[in-house]
């Protein structure tokens, strides 16, 4: 190996695999290997994904070795895994699927439209926004408006409307109060 003797492996199947058949991607003795682009390999999907970890390991290597909160990667690194003990998992699953299949309608919706003009290009982007409830709407403290399929009844217990209106009397009441401390007799 180092000193560049061919080492035999033995196995229990009956074959000796000396070091010269050793995989160069991912280090694993194969009996039948392949050899594709000067390397032997034990499939093309493993040797890319020894090339794709290879590739990880010296990005990681180029950053510092602390890492923040900032850090982009390392956050979206995080979130893409999931835990065993994660009660939202089974629905991050599904969203995720749905957001799958959605860009998948919508990518051979962009084909079709495409074939058929492709000045309506434009016009696809205002599809993608979240459609607006168009209407009055009574105000709440988080400035929420209601969504697209809001039928207009005001639902609530009234604490909303009654925090508003104590809001209302305590700024008039300041502004009362300024008016009277600051005015003066001729």
Known sequence: LSSGINAEYGYSKGYNISSSSVCLSCGNPHPNLLLTHGSLVCSLVQHKEAVAKKADA???????????????????????????????????????KKKSKKSKKKKKKNKKKKKYSESESDSSSSDSEPEEYKGPAPPNRFGILPGPKWDGVDRSNGYEKLLFMKQAEKLAMKQEQYKYSTAYDM
Not at 63 to 76: F, G, L
Not at 77 to 95: G, H, I, N, V
């Open 58 to 96: 010296s990005y990681e290597m180029t950053k510092p070795m602390a890492r923040y909160a900032e850090d982009d990667d390392y956050n979206s690194l995080m979130r893409s895994k999931t835990r065993e003990e994660d009660p939202m998992a089974k629905f991050t699953e599904k969203k995720k």
